[in-house]
């Protein structure tokens, strides 16, 4: 199984910047895909950002142009930059790795997820 473990989290003022990452562990070399998820105190758990082994990536509309995934190298890993902050992205988030076995077939994995809390 795959293990994941966030860290860089924390508080951070409006329209400034934070970086999280996130180290992968155990049977890394089935993930396909990788990335970042959270969630608001009394709202559902929202992609933010997930980038593919051979380097696609999407982002959430709300994030476009502020946020940055990418990733390191034997799929070990994975970073959200995220610059411009806001109020309104503070959440607990949550690092995601997917495998995916044919169409219709997907195994996530979470990590315990990290608090960031945007507030001045």
């Known amino acids: 199984q795959v293990q994941l473990a966030e860290s860089g989290g924390g508080l951070v003022q409006p329209g400034g910047s934070l970086k999280l990452s996130c180290t992968a562990s155990?049977?890394?070399?089935?993930?396909?895909?990788m990335g970042w998820y959270r969630q608001a105190p009394g709202k559902q758990r929202e992609m933010v950002a997930l980038?593919?082994?051979?380097?696609?990536?999407n982002y959430a509309d709300s994030v476009k142009g502020r946020f940055a995934i990418s990733k390191g190298n034997l799929r070990n890993g994975v970073f959200l930059e995220m610059n411009s902050l806001t109020p309104e992205d503070t959440a607990v988030y949550y690092c995601?790795?997917?495998?995916?076995?044919?169409?219709?077939?997907?195994?996530?994995?979470w990590g315990q997820g990290i608090q960031v809390t945007v507030s001045s």
């Open positions: 155990g049977d890394i070399f089935n993930i396909d895909v």
């Open positions: 995601n790795s997917k495998r995916v076995r044919n169409i219709g077939t997907v195994k996530d994995s």
């Open positions: 980038i593919s082994n051979g380097g696609t990536i």
